[in-house]
């Protein structure tokens, strides 16, 4: 009988114990789950506040070309759209050198390599079609169009795509009742280099390497006059007006306009378009923007 009662007594116990056990273990799953902490053992009865898990802290970023853009929203060249980090101690050393200049143009000077001596540090092309052929982006010698065909009788030749083009817009300044025609297109580099020693580096003909002509996507228009308003004395012809304001509809842009030496490296050239295609063409004319040099530097994910 006593042995019995004993027993309960044992059981009673045990059964409490067992109800405050569960009571506590879902106590403090309830707050760990509640605080979404991880719950460490060896933490949690080393320290008597738990504590809340943390991401390791970031390593600082190093200011090289290999880490990542810093997130500070404060950085004025990182604010900038087309801010490249690659190049932040470029803006740096150039806007250091250019006070006056305001940040956007200091980072788009840069992305289009304004800050380099043009035709001194030129980078050699070596891509099948590039798009780019300035003072700072040079065709190797041995450069050749992929396809070129005649654009004329006289056998002028350019790429097929920058024919099609001409032609459509040959067609379209007909419809106007003005006419332009090709005065001069695709160049050899040794062509070029001919015309360069007769010009006697006069700054108007590019060095051989540096031209666009070199492309095959770049042609001179004949206006009736000559060379479609090659006299800066007179006022524009209706033909120059016409092809300065619709070019762009046929993937075509003036190259080098009027006020921008500073970015091209050439004077203006009414005369000179450029097949760059429809969609660059019609981005520049809606940004308002005049050179491609700025047009890719604002919009760097474009193959150059
Ligand atoms: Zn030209």
Redesign the pocket.
């Known amino acids: 009988m006593k042995n019995k009662k004993s027993r309960d007594k044992r059981r009673t116990s045990l059964f409490i114990f067992f109800c405050i056990f569960i009571f506590i273990a879902a106590g403090l799953f309830a707050y760990f789950a509640f605080k979404k902490i991880e719950f460490n053992p060896a933490e949690f009865f080393n320290n008597s506040s738990p504590q809340v898990t943390q991401r390791p802290e970031e390593p600082a970023a190093a200011d090289d070309e290999d880490a990542a853009p810093p997130q500070d929203e404060t950085d004025e060249y990182a604010a900038v759209p087309f801010y490249l980090h690659e190049k932040r101690s470029r803006y740096i050393s150039y806007h250091a050198m250019r006070p006056t200049l305001g940040i956007e143009t200091i980072v788009w000077h840069v992305n289009a390599d304004l800050h380099l001596t043009m035709f001194e540090d030129a980078k050699i092309l070596d891509d099948e079609n590039p798009l780019l052929v300035n003072p700072f982006n040079r065709l190797p010698e041995t450069y050749e169009p992929a396809e070129l065909v005649e654009v004329d009788s006289y056998g002028r030749l350019v790429t097929p795509e920058t024919r099609t083009a001409f032609f459509l817009l040959r067609d379209a300044i007909r419809l106007e009742g003005y006419d332009v025609s090709v005065q001069?297109a695709y160049r050899t580099y040794e062509y070029q280099a001919g015309l360069y020693e007769r010009s006697g580096g006069s700054g108007t003909v590019a060095p051989p390497g540096f031209?666009?002509?070199h492309t095959g996507r770049?042609?001179?228009l004949w206006g009736p006059g000559g060379l479609l308003d090659n006299d800066p004395g007179k006022p524009p012809s209706n033909e120059g007006i016409w092809v300065a304001n619709n070019c762009h509809r046929f993937g075509f842009i003036v190259?080098?306009p009027a006020g921008a030496d500073h970015i091209t490296g050439y004077p203006y050239?009414p005369?000179?378009i450029t097949y760059v295609g429809e969609e660059i063409s019609n981005a520049m004319h809606v940004q308002n923007i005049l050179t491609l040099e700025e047009f890719l530097a604002k919009n760097p994910g474009i193959k150059k």
Do not use: G, I
């Open positions: 001069s031209s666009e002509h770049a042609v001179d190259r080098y050239e005369w000179h």
